[in-house]
């Protein structure tokens, strides 16, 4: 009798912990590599972008937020997007969708992620940096102490 329920037991326990196919397939895209440019991102990698705005990436992932503005990308992928998402004052995110070419859906808000092959979406890690335009023919002589005249 104790031997049956034993085996009962290890049957039932095997069976509960056998993962479901939705489980596995939220595993295998929650590992995903995802190609912009010449560069691999992957799914948990917190990015630096050029400005030092950290971000979460998400491969195979879409977001429900709404978007607050849109971007056309030509190539490379949505690099382009941390870019654009640093320089707009609602954006805390954005959503790719495409290839090599596609579009930006910058998010002022988090949503909720799903799986969505072919985008990715990313979001700042902390508080969102403020940025400061600088025009390009604009100059500065800020480091005047130091025998250098800076150049913006």
Do not use: W
């Not at 489980?23 to 995802?34: M, V, Y």
Request: hydrophobic content about 35%.
């Amino acid at each position: 009798m104790a031997i049956a329920a034993l085996a009962a037991l290890s049957a039932s326990q095997t069976t509960a912990a056998a993962p479901s196919q939705d489980s596995l397939t939220k595993r295998q895209t929650g590992n995903q590599f995802c190609y912009s440019g010449d560069k691999t991102y992957y799914t948990g990698q917190i990015f630096s972008d050029v400005h030092g705005v950290l971000y979460n990436v998400s491969c195979d992932a879409t977001s429900t937020a709404v978007e607050v503005a849109t971007y056309n990308v030509n190539h490379d992928g949505f690099d382009h997007c941390f870019s654009v998402c640093d320089l707009n004052p609602s954006c805390i995110g954005f959503t790719y969708t495409g290839d090599d070419a596609g579009r930006c859906l910058l998010k002022a808000d988090r949503g909720t992620d799903a799986f969505a092959e072919t985008s990715v979406t990313a979001y700042m890690v902390g508080p969102k940096p403020v940025m400061v335009l600088v025009p390009a023919n604009a100059r500065s002589n800020a480091c005047e102490e130091c025998g250098q005249e800076n150049s913006g």
